[in-house]
T-cell receptor
Framework: NAGVTQTPKFQVLKTGQSMTLQCAQD?????MYWYRQDPGMGLRLIYY???????DKGEVPNGYNVSRLNKREFSLRLESAAPSQTSVYFC????????????FGPGTRLTVT | GQQVMQIPQYQHVQEGEDFTTYCNSS?????IQWYKQRPGGHPVFLIQ?????EVKKQKRLTFQFGEAKKNSSLHITATQTTDVGTYFC????????????FGQGTTLQVKP
């Protein structure tokens, strides 16, 4: 199993450009999440999807949109990137048993100039 | 909204010394999870605590959940260089499922 995969690993955008961050999991998990990580701020939830076909806002959704394409894939879109969106973005999926822990992808390091 | 505060933000220790990070929630939690993130890596699940007053051990790591289910701690005995990284607590509020509120993390540096 590859677990949670994310593409790209690194990206540099100019202010106003758009892009989509891709995430996929092969663990048959129902719930998936997008977080951003900034120094001293921990992990902040942007959007999540409790199951295929549903999405909900998290703590910091402004400037982002998401699509739960199918059970495996959950993408994050920046329509008009701003320097404040410079961050490391992590996708995660949630186990369906045991501790219901979250499994994280390797992250995307995004810089907006 | 619900907040989870974690202290200290940074801790530098000499190898062999002990280390503790503390986590406090503004509201009662149904459970708390701990994650470790190595430098340049992604968070990895360590453990979950569910019961009031629960204590769990993983080798040199001891995790506690407070009686009121609003605070938690992680204690590492005799740190090693492999313990380097950022430790996050993450709580689930009562009457919610699936959403974790993360603390800001404690970054541990260990000097050999």
């Amino acid at each position: 199993n590859a677990g949670v995969t994310q593409t790209p690993k690194f990206q540099v955008l100019k202010t106003g450009q758009s892009m989509t961050l891709q995430c996929a999991q092969d663990m048959n998990h129902n719930s998936m999440y997008w977080y951003r990580q900034d120094p001293g701020m921990g992990l902040r939830l942007i959007y999540y999807s409790a199951s295929e076909g549903t999405t909900d806002k998290g703590e910091v959704p402004n400037g982002y949109n998401v699509s739960r394409l199918n059970k495996r894939e959950f993408s994050l879109r920046l329509e008009s990137a701003a320097p404040s969106q410079t961050s490391v973005y992590f996708c995660a999926s949630r186990s369906t048993s045991g501790a219901y822990e979250q499994y994280f992808g390797p992250g995307t390091r995004l810089t907006v100039t | 909204g619900q907040q989870v505060m974690q202290i200290p933000q940074y801790q530098h220790v000499q190898e062999g010394e002990d280390f503790t990070t503390y986590c406090n929630s503004s509201t009662t939690l149904s459970n708390i999870q701990w994650y470790k993130q190595r430098p340049g890596g992604h968070p990895v699940f360590l453990i979950q605590l569910v019961k009031s007053g629960e204590v769990k051990k993983q080798k040199r790591l001891t995790f506690q959940f407070g009686e009121a289910k609003k605070n938690s701690s992680l204690h590492i005995t005799a740190t090693q260089t492999t313990d380097v990284g950022t430790y996050f607590c993450a709580g689930t509020a009562l009457r919610t499922t699936g959403k974790l509120i993360f603390g800001q993390g404690t970054t541990l540096q260990v000097k050999p």
